[in-house]
C-alpha cells in the first residue's frame, strides 16, 4: 500500500485522494483505513519510509563507487523523494502543520545521510571541504521547491548536476570564487 501511495503521489494532479491509492494498490478502501485509519497516518507512514529509505542509500553507496557519483546518485533520489513529498502535501492538505517530530527526525537523518556520502567525497577532494550536509540538503529541497509543472524533475536533476560540478575544489594557487 505505502508503495501505491508513493506512486499516486508523486503523480499528483486531480487524483491524489485515498481511494486512488487503494485503487493503485488493489484492495478496497476498507482494507486500507484499517492499516491506516487517517490520511495523516498514511502520509506519516510513507513518509518515515522514504527517509529510511534514503538513509540506507546512503550507506549502501559508501564505498560501492567514488565519492562524488554516491553522492551524486544519492542527491538525484533525494529529488525523487521531494516528487513524493511535494505530491503527498497537496493531496493530503499537511504542508502547514506537519507534526514537529517528524520534520526534525526528517532533518536529522537525511543530514546524517549525507554526511555519509559528504565526508568521503571532501576527503577524497572531489567536493569542497567547506560544505555541509544542511548545504546539500538546503540547495535540493530548494530547487525542487523552486520548479513546479510538467518536466520540473528532468530540470531539477540538471541543475543537481550542474551544482554537484560546482562544488569541486578550485585547484590550490588559484584564487578563491
Known amino acids: 500500500m505505502l508503495e501505491a501511495a ?17 485503487r493503485q494498490a488493489g484492495v478496497g478502501i476498507g482494507t486500507l483505513y484499517r492499516h491506516f485509519p487517517t490520511r495523516e497516518a498514511l502520509y506519516e507512514a510513507l513518509y518515515r519510509r522514504e527517509v529510511e529509505q534514503l538513509a540506507e542509500l546512503a550507506a549502501q553507496l559508501v564505498g560501492v563507487t567514488r565519492p562524488l557519483e554516491g553522492l551524486r546518485r544519492w542527491m538525484r ?22 507534526p514537529p517530530e517528524l520534520m526534525s527526525y ?23 571541504d567547506d560544505i555541509s550536509p544542511d548545504d546539500l ?24 548536476d550542474v551544482f554537484l560540478d560546482g562544488l569541486r575544489p578550485w585547484p590550490r594557487g588559484t584564487s578563491d570564487h
Open 137 to 160: 540538503l538546503r540547495a535540493v529541497v530548494g530547487l525542487s521547491y523552486l520548479q513546479d509543472g510538467p518536466g520540473w524533475q528532468a530540470q531539477v536533476l540538471r541543475l543537481v
Open 6 to 22: 508513493k506512486a499516486v503521489f508523486s503523480q499528483g494532479g486531480t487524483e491524489v485522494g485515498l481511494e486512488a491509492v487503494a
Open 106 to 128: 526528517t532533518s536529522a537523518r537525511l543530514q546524517e545521510a549525507i554526511g555519509t556520502l559528504l565526508r568521503p567525497a571532501a576527503g577524497a577532494g572531489e567536493v569542497r
Open 77 to 98: 533520489s533525494l529529488v525523487e523523494f521531494v516528487a513524493t513529498k511535494k505530491g503527498m502535501a497537496a493531496a493530503l492538505a499537511l504542508a502547514a502543520h506537519k
